[in-house]
């Protein structure tokens, strides 16, 4: 509850009306085989956050994705480039999230979901994706991917927003009033440094209601120009960041496109990430 009032006292200061782009905002639509380690995250029936396929058996995604869902409500679609059709549909055994991770931290939103039975590897529509051992530099460029909301009109930020937060409490027959992607979307995005990108989310100067932006995250912008129009949105929670085909990045807390993107570090987590993937 905490996070969900922190995230209505964060709406950005910067929303700007921009003109509507059918897809996650500033992307394109993708086929399954241009992101084969794409995962969608499906709470109770409803696909509400995506992750990343590291393992036959184990998929990483956002804390506050799974974050006091009982594990039992859990289930996890992948091969597939439609948000809810398609591909296999694997139930969740186990839930294992990140121990310091925060409702009110950008940092250590992580999870992982341990499989009751293998994926099935194929040569281009399911496939692991390797972890990154090293940061990448800052302007590196990599791409993002997720079903989440497309809108990047203030107005649909703002109703977008209030969705994602009565989904969390399960009032999922709001999700069809607001535009949403049934295919998959890919955009290209940049890395920023932790610095700015605190600066950039900032509130009325120095002012930011969620702690935790340091080494350990990373932070993307749009390619091109200012970056703004360009980036994931509400619902895109848990999605992969891959630069260079290593996965660099998992998605915690979305930008639309107004503000700069925030992921967990993966670099910066291979002890946790190596303890329990074993």
């Not at 996650?24 to 696909?47: C, F, R, Y």
């Not at 509400?48 to 995604?61: K, R």
């Not at 948000?83 to 969740?92: E, F, H, N, P």
């Amino acid at each position: 509850m905490c996070r969900l009032l922190l995230l209505l006292a964060a709406l950005p200061v910067t929303v700007l009306s921009r003109q509507y782009a059918p897809r996650l905002i500033g992307g394109t639509t993708v086929e399954i085989k241009d992101a084969p380690w794409q995962a969608s995250i499906v709470i109770k029936n409803e696909p509400l956050c995506s992750g990343a396929i590291i393992m036959e058996n184990l998929i990483l995604t956002s804390g506050w994705c799974v974050h006091r869902v009982p594990t039992s409500q859990l289930k996890v679609r992948v091969g597939t480039s439609s948000r809810s059709t398609g591909g296999s549909l694997i139930a969740v055994c186990k839930v294992h999230i990140h121990p310091h991770y925060a409702l009110d931290r950008y940092d250590n939103d992580l999870a992982l979901l341990y499989l009751c039975e293998n994926v099935t590897l194929t040569d281009n529509r399911v496939q692991v994706v390797p972890l990154a051992s090293e940061t990448p530099n800052e302007n590196a460029e990599g791409i993002v991917s997720g079903w989440g909301h497309t809108s990047s009109s203030s107005l649909c930020l703002l109703w977008s927003k209030m969705i994602s937060i009565l989904a969390r409490v399960r009032l999922f027959w709001i999700d069809c009033l607001a535009p949403r992607s049934q295919q998959l979307q890919q955009a290209n995005v940049k890395i920023l440094s932790w610095q700015q990108c605190a600066a950039d989310r900032s509130i009325f100067g120095q002012f930011n209601p969620i702690q935790g932006l340091s080494e350990r995250t990373l932070c993307t912008i749009g390619v091109g120009g200012t970056g703004r129009g360009t980036g994931a949105c509400y619902l895109d929670e848990g999605a992969p960041l891959v630069v260079n085909g290593f996965l660099v990045g998992i998605l915690g807390t979305v930008g639309c496109a107004g503000k700069p993107d925030v992921y967990a570090n993966l670099a910066q987590h291979k002890s946790w990430l190596k303890e329990n993937t074993k």
